[in-house]
């Protein structure tokens, strides 16, 4: 069965400060990974997507990228934190088929200080 | 983009059924449409999924009307623990671009 790890649960961060969340999937193969971002109390939004190694698409411009090095890794970085960069962020993959649904993670609560 | 709207929060009562009705007037023809489930501090967990009619699955039913400009999910008996953040999501996952979550319903079931 499909897997998804994403880590680490929770994060403390001081402004400026680099960025690297990690993301893996386990199970399948050349999958759709998704980075999302959702603010207290509000829903997720949607920050980058990536159908294959090294290719990575952005939906907002902003303080972060991402990368994906490997078929089923997915990396979120920033080189220096914003306090607008707190949030919980989470890692989903999608089988890249119009049938099925998504898979998530468990989150990142990331908390810049 | 397939946009939703779905109602902020609803309260309901443990053992009744809930609908929850999310609008997506401008859905295309191949889209789907999915329905998850978030907790807090959690990521959002798959309900149901359909493209049109009736579908039904041990947890809950998804109604999509001929024109599918909207759809209602159906939770029967609701309890305590069904009292989360609830999307609706329409598009197919074999766009990504596609895959974009509206505000969500906040369902709190009460005693």
């Known amino acids: 069965s499909q897997t998804i790890h994403q880590w680490p649960a929770t994060l403390v961060q001081p402004v400026g400060s680099p960025l690297s969340l990690e993301c893996t999937v386990e199970?399948?193969?050349?999958?759709?990974l998704y980075w999302y971002r959702q603010a207290a109390g509000r829903g997720l939004q949607l920050l980058f997507y990536?159908?294959?190694?090294?290719?990575i698409s952005s939906e907002v411009p902003q303080n972060l990228s991402a990368s994906r090095p490997q078929d089923r890794q997915f990396i979120l970085s920033s080189k220096k934190l914003l306090l607008s960069d707190s949030g919980f962020y989470l890692c989903?993959?999608?089988?890249?088929?119009?049938?099925?649904?998504?898979?998530f993670g468990s989150g990142t609560r990331l908390t810049v200080v | 983009l397939a946009k939703t709207t779905q109602p902020i929060s609803m309260d309901s009562y443990e053992g009744q059924e809930v609908n929850i009705t999310c609008s997506h007037n401008?859905?295309?023809?191949?889209?789907?449409i999915t329905w998850y489930q978030q907790f807090p501090s959690q990521g959002p967990r798959f309900i149901i999924q359909?493209?049109?009619t009736k579908v039904t699955n041990e947890v809950a039913s998804l109604f999509i009307p001929a024109d599918r400009k909207s759809s209602t999910l159906s939770l029967p008996r609701v309890s305590l623990s069904d009292t989360a953040v609830y999307y609706c999501?329409?598009?197919?996952?074999?766009?990504?671009?596609?895959?974009?979550f509206g505000s969500g319903t906040q369902l709190t079931v009460l005693p």
């Open positions: 989903a993959w999608g089988s890249g088929t119009e049938t099925g649904g998504y898979t």
């Open positions: 199970g399948t193969s050349n999958p759709n």
């Open positions: 990536s159908v294959g190694i090294g290719q």
């Open positions: 401008n859905i295309a023809t191949n889209d789907y």
């Open positions: 359909g493209y049109k």
């Open positions: 999501l329409v598009g197919s996952s074999g766009s990504a671009r596609q895959l974009t």
